[in-house]
């Protein structure tokens, strides 16, 4: 969906380094998710957000933190306890009917 | 648990030649089933939403049908830029949470 934009499209992360995924969206929808899609496998839940301030975890929330200070903006970090962070990050909006629009995706390699 | 079940993994099919890919579920209470396109390195694209059995919907040559145990999309006539990865992903009572299968890679010759 072309109102959601994901930053930066390739990331490198160094051992026991924090980084953090940018997501913004300009369709004002209140519901961010955030997703990983590893190969082979389907996307998993980590977290997501349905108002400002207020976020939850989804399945696979450890060694990732999140906030949600602003209704356009739900960044990722990836902290140093996640031990397998390599993979493909997808930003999503749930629009009409609860149907999730997904971003364009950050992949995420460990160097 | 939800969970989504996708057959076969991968499909090899010549242009023209229909064919139908599966979706298996298992959910407590369906809110709808959701189907997506994926193209290598981009993000999934909605294709259709099917909220009750015996619902199907249309676009272009893909069409998708849904009963209580599963869901098929069938593919008509397949061109070349028909391949791509297509994903099933049911939402049950939590209605903020999708539980996606690993996907049918189809790849379309000319």
């Known amino acids: 969906d072309g109102g959601i934009t994901q930053s930066p499209k390739y990331l490198f992360r160094k051992e026991g380094q924090n980084v953090t995924l940018s997501c913004e969206q300009n369709?004002?929808?209140?519901?961010m998710y955030w997703y990983r899609q590893d190969p082979g496998q389907g996307l998993r839940l980590i977290y997501y957000s349905q108002i400002v301030n207020d976020f939850q975890k989804g399945d696979i929330a450890e060694g990732y933190s999140v906030s949600r200070e602003k209704k356009e903006s739900f960044p990722l970090t990836v902290t140093s306890a996640q031990k397998n962070p390599t993979a493909f990050y997808l930003c999503?909006?749930?629009?009409?009917?609860?149907?999730?629009?997904f971003g364009e995706g950050s992949w995420l390699t460990v160097v | 648990e939800d969970q989504v079940t996708q057959s076969p993994e991968a499909l090899r099919l010549q242009e023209g030649e229909s064919s139908s890919l599966n979706c298996s579920y298992t959910v407590s209470g369906l809110r709808g089933l959701f189907w997506y396109r994926q193209d290598p390195g981009k993000g999934p694209e909605f294709l259709f939403t099917l909220y009750s059995a015996g619902e199907e919907k249309e676009k272009e040559r893909l069409k998708a049908t849904l009963t209580k145990k599963e869901s098929f999309l069938h593919i008509t006539a397949p061109k070349p830029e028909d391949s791509a990865t297509y994903l099933c992903?049911?939402?049950?009572?939590?209605?903020?949470?999708?539980?996606f299968g690993a996907g049918t890679t189809v790849t379309v010759r000319a």
């Open positions: 992903a049911v939402q049950g009572p939590d209605d903020y949470k999708l539980s």
């Open positions: 999503a909006i749930s629009g009409t009917g609860n149907t999730i629009y």
């Open positions: 369709l004002n929808h209140d519901a």
